[in-house]
């Protein structure tokens, strides 16, 4: 078994932005530290779809770097987890 520090180590920064968010997601919600947010509301896989393709638009209209908001967010996210992780 390997050790870990935080829930999150192992996650590959080279991850493409979405897979980086969602990998963090999963890593959380197997195991990770309580109190962090965590939207648990169920989606089926169309709407999921249509809500990120929405944002997508939105933000490029709005001169939005979608891809880099998703990882400043994600990034902001895992800092938060690992706050919460510390004794």
Excluded: Y
């Excluded at 965590?38 to 638009?57: H, K, M, N, W, Y």
């Excluded at 979608?66 to 706050?83: C, K, L, P, S």
């Amino acid at each position: 078994m390997k050790h870990r520090d935080s829930c999150l180590d192992g996650i590959a920064g080279s991850l493409p932005t979405l897979a980086r968010a969602a990998k963090t997601a999963q890593r959380l919600d197997n195991g990770g530290p309580d109190g962090v947010p965590f939207a648990a509301e169920p989606i089926t896989s169309v709407e999921a779809g249509v809500r990120v393709l929405r944002l997508v638009q939105r933000a490029q209209a709005s001169g939005v770097d979608i891809d880099q908001a998703v990882r400043d967010a994600t990034r902001a996210w895992e800092d938060e987890i690992r706050a919460a992780e510390e004794p």
